[in-house]
């Protein structure tokens, strides 16, 4: 496809120049996907003991999504964008922790948004990147125990082409949010379990999400009552919309 004579699994998955183009754009450690061995099933279990569980789920996903353009493109004649190809792991490893999460953790009503208790604010946040496009949109919308809004905020970010940054992005803006009013309880909730995942665990990120997950961590320094949760996009559809409309605007 590439004009490559010798067509291998080490060249499709790693040395095509769409392939480059596609491990680049994740966030996940060049070093560590590039370092070839004999064979593929070597290479992939030298990634499984350098990766933690999360970022080795999206290396297979991205694996398949390789293969997958491959299909498309000789069989089809159908072509798309590297981004696409990690846009679309990333969006179906969403999907299934989705379900397999909220069969456990969550409870029927968390299939909506619902009012935090008296004097707790809830602040829920969200991203959305434009496919084919390096722009990302951001939101985040705080709600009182009553449901009414009570502050919000929307930002567009050029030159993001990585889901899992944009989110992370979001989620500096709910704190952004809370910084500035300085509300004594608040609980913040976004539907990107990754993203949640990282932020309440206490591991140092080496990807682009680091500097940002940084950020959020020094400024929670400051609050100690306060809690950051998973949920459902159908209960984060407030957040959901305000990405939307900072991406249009900018159009």
């Not at 480059?20 to 996940?28: C, E, G, N, T, V």
């Not at 099933?41 to 499984?48: L, S, T």
């Not at 029927?108 to 948004?113: L, N, Y």
């Not at 305000?242 to 605007?249: E, K, T």
Request: aromatic content about 10%.
């Amino acid at each position: 496809m590439c004009g490559d004579l010798q067509e291998n699994i080490k060249h499709v998955f790693l040395e095509c120049h769409f392939a480059r183009q596609a491990w680049a754009l994740s966030h996940l450690p060049l070093g560590v996907i590039s370092e070839w061995h004999n064979r593929a099933a070597d290479w992939v279990k030298h990634v499984r003991s350098q990766l933690e569980h999360e970022d080795f789920n999206l290396f297979v996903m991205i694996c398949w999504r390789l293969w997958g353009r491959r299909n498309k493109r000789t069989m089809e004649n159908i072509d798309f964008h590297p981004g696409e190809c990690v846009v679309s792991a990333i969006n179906i490893l969403r999907d299934f922790y989705n379900v397999v999460s909220t069969k456990s953790s969550l409870s029927p009503s968390a299939d909506r948004w619902s009012v935090p208790e008296v004097e707790t604010v809830k602040i829920n946040f969200d991203a959305s990147i434009l496919r084919n496009r390096e722009e990302a949109g951001l939101g985040a919308i705080a709600r009182d125990h009553s449901g009414r809004c009570i502050a919000w905020r929307m930002a567009f970010v050029p030159n993001v082409a990585n889901p899992e940054l944009s989110e992370a992005m979001a989620a500096r803006l709910a704190i952004e949010i809370w910084r500035r009013f300085q509300w004594n309880n608040c609980i913040i909730e976004g539907d990107y379990i990754q993203i949640v995942h990282k932020l309440n665990s206490k591991e140092t990120a080496y990807s682009d999400i680091g500097p940002v997950l940084h950020d959020i961590r020094s400024s929670l320094d400051d609050f100690a009552n306060f809690k950051i949760c998973f949920v459902r996009r159908s209960a984060n559809l407030a957040a959901h919309h305000l990405p939307r409309v900072a991406l249009n605007s900018m159009q």
